[in-house]
């Protein structure tokens, strides 16, 4: 595989502090535990913590990372073509309801910043969603309608800030892009000075649903509370049976320094060329860092590092004289109604609440089921609660959907056993690459890091038993049915897994 270009690390992360919040060390107990130290989880504990309950955040790695650190941070309520589909698929309330959530949340981060004096790179900007074929323009004009009718200030334009022409698009007016760990960094950081107890490198990995309700964590403590909000992204736990209506899906993010007279002053979306998103942010030296998300595919489809290449391509051909500085990559699910899960986890849980199926638009949904999981632990109402209510099932709508996730899951299970191993030998895999052998008997994941050291686990998912495949660009293990990923040696990087592939002697089997 050719170099890739570079340095394969989020800029967010990159440009902002580590944290060291200490592990749980002893059994506690608190009014809410929150489990999960991303947009969402930190946004609810925030919010809760101002109501005057106790608090408890349960980071499995360190608060503001994993997906939040690897998002593209726009705050928008244009998501995509959302609004017409809305309106033809839930009516034209549920589209409403919808924008207006996402411009409360919007506007939400704007109060907060100024509240705390939070310095983010927060800026006002409007969003475009356009498309480059005149064949697409309908679509547009459809959206524009609809989201009109939706209340928000959009309009059809068929000019761009954007260094290539465009058939149209939606413009939408008022929105904003930041950045996502200076916000939540500072928000975390007041949270734990007023009272709010954060601990990382704790990984839960059991609940018992009551009154109370118990969380029992990797290192043998336990955590007692009143209320249990699950914001893990992806849920780890399956009483929901969620798996079945959440689809992962990967995309990956090359970042670009460019003088100020190249930003194209907004933020821009479209589904052609198998996604492209665009935003800038502010840079050293007075650039900005244009920022260009796309190349949409499945954990374990095994091609990041050539999509890696189509996507930095695609850059340097369309903002010419860039050189790409930061390469990284983002995941997210989506619902089977498009809709996010935000509210009670399942139709007999009373104090346990989920955040989930955020469908790319995490930072704007994270900030709301924020808000909505706050009102709904503390009895208040919002009007969009029925909307995102994890409980709705549509089965004329979602019956289809839900039948393709499962047969997808089902054909990477069943059908995965059967292929031959993807290597006769250990000694096959070549340096900076890996694949599944059989050794022993059973299927390994084995793979071989720069230095020629050997790395072996199983192959079988922890979480629902599918077989994981080699992500060569992130030097990961994904599992191509729920989206659970594994570092070489099995680590867990990303749920829905909790426990880590199980490691394997390839010497002694």
């Known amino acids: ?8 690390e989020s800029y967010w992360v990159e440009s902002t502090p580590t944290t060291s919040f200490p592990s749980l060390e002893q059994d506690i107990t608190a009014d809410v535990a929150v489990v999960g130290g991303g947009i969402a989880g930190l946004c609810a504990a925030w919010e809760l913590s101002r109501t005057g309950r106790s608090v408890v955040v349960l980071e499995a790695d360190r608060v503001a990372g994993a ?13 995509t073509l959302i609004y017409a589909r809305l309106r033809k698929s839930h009516g034209e309330q549920a589209a409403r309801l919808y924008a207006q959530s996402q411009q409360d949340a919007v506007e939400h981060v704007f109060a907060t ?9 927060l800026e006002r900007l409007p969003a475009y969603t356009y498309v480059e074929s005149g064949g697409e323009t309908e679509q547009i004009t459809a959206e524009v309608e609809a989201a009109q009718q939706a209340g928000l200030p959009a309009s059809l ?6 260094p290539f022409d465009v058939a ?3 413009r939408v007016e008022d929105q904003a892009q930041f950045h996502p760990r200076k916000f939540l960094l500072a928000l975390v950081r007041r949270m734990a000075d007023d009272g709010a107890r954060v601990f990382e490198r704790t990984r839960v990995m059991g609940l018992e649903e009551g009154r109370p309700c118990r969380l029992a964590c990797e290192n043998g403590t336990t955590v007692t509370a009143g209320d249990v909000v699950v914001a893990t992204h992806y849920p780890i ?7 079945s209506r959440l689809e992962p899906r990967r995309e990956l993010v090359v970042a670009a320094p460019i003088p100020p007279e190249q930003d194209p002053g907004g933020m821009y979306i479209t589904s052609e060329h198998n996604t492209r998103s665009i935003r800038t942010t502010p840079y050293r030296d007075g650039q900005r860092l244009l920022i260009v998300t796309g190349e949409t595919a499945d954990p374990g489809s095994g091609d990041a590092g050539e999509r890696f290449q189509r996507l930095a391509a695609w850059t340097r051909d369309r903002f010419t004289g860039t050189q790409i500085s930061h390469r990284w990559a983002a995941q997210d699910n989506t619902s089977t109604d498009h809709l996010p899960y935000v509210g009670h986890f399942h139709p007999g849980a009373k104090h346990v609440y989920v955040a989930t199926g955020f469908g790319g638009w995490g930072m704007s949904n994270g900030v709301m089921s924020g808000k909505l999981l706050s009102a709904l632990i503390t009895g208040h109402d919002l009007p969009w609660a029925e909307l995102y209510d994890p409980r709705r099932l549509h089965p004329l709508r979602e019956a289809g959907p839900i039948a393709k996730l499962q047969a997808k899951a089902a054909r990477h299970l069943i059908g995965d056993r059967l292929r031959p191993s993807h290597a006769d030998s250990v000694d096959d895999v070549a340096p900076g690459s890996g694949a599944i052998v059989r050794i022993g008997g059973r299927r390994c994941a084995v793979s071989r890091d720069a230095a020629g050291v050997v790395h ?7 979480h629902l038993g599918c077989v994981v495949a080699f992500n060569q660009a992130e030097q990961t293990w994904e599992c191509p049915c729920h989206g659970s990923r594994f570092g070489p040696d099995g680590a867990v990087l990303h749920g829905p897994a909790t426990r880590p592939l199980e490691p394997v002697d390839p010497d002694n089997p």
């Open 1 to 8: 595989m050719a170099a890739l270009p570079g340095v394969p």
């Open 168 to 170: 149209a698009a939606v």
């Open 113 to 121: 910043a100024a509240e705390l004096g939070i310095d983010c790179d």
């Open 237 to 243: 736990f399956d009483r929901a049976l969620m798996f």
């Open 456 to 462: 072996a686990v199983s192959a079988t998912c922890t």
């Open 157 to 162: 334009v068929t000019r761009t800030g954007l």
């Open 67 to 79: 997906v939040t650190g690897y998002t593209t941070a726009k705050l928008s309520v244009q998501h």
